[in-house]
């Protein structure tokens, strides 16, 4: 199959933007431990100092081992969606297209149903976020790589 879609500057910029954002999120992760900790306490409990005040010391560092894990993890997923981004999306491809969106669904619905599962909206909603910021340019170039 031929590579043709012009893929509009403003979505894959948008895109672009995004896909380095979940990097720089991961790595975060691993880079600030204590800033990544204060953001998630507040998150889910509404206080910067909850996880620090009320969780033991054992606790706090096996919360900064899942952090760490996790945003290793975002970091590489990050590096593989930019791949994706540079090459297949750019050139037009529709495997391109597929590889963002599929990953960001196969992402999205178990983390968050689990998060919804274990009651933990607000890890949902922050999910939603992201969703909705992926959704916006695969949606508005979705017709141009189905015609591809």
């Known amino acids: 199959m031929k590579d043709s879609t012009v893929v509009p500057t403003i979505w894959f910029r948008w895109l672009y933007v995004i896909v380095v954002g979940v990097m ?30 009320d969780f033991s010391l054992a606790a706090v560092s096996y919360i900064t081992l899942l952090h760490g894990v996790l945003g290793a993890v975002m970091f590489g997923w990050g590096v593989l969606m930019l791949m994706a981004l540079l090459g297949p999306f750019r050139r037009g491809s529709r495997e391109g297209w597929n590889m963002i969106a ?9 983390d968050t149903a689990f998060s919804l599962w274990t ?24 017709q141009a790589f189905r015609e591809a």
């Open 24 to 53: 720089l999120f991961g790595i975060s992760m691993i880079l600030t431990p204590g800033l990544i900790r204060q953001f998630f306490s507040l998150l889910i409990f509404s206080s910067p100092t909850a996880i620090e005040a």
């Open 102 to 110: 599929v990953s960001v669904v196969v992402w999205f619905l178990p």
């Open 119 to 142: 009651g933990y909206w607000q890890n949902a909603v922050l999910n939603g976020v992201f969703a909705v910021l992926f959704l916006i340019p695969l949606a508005a170039t979705f």
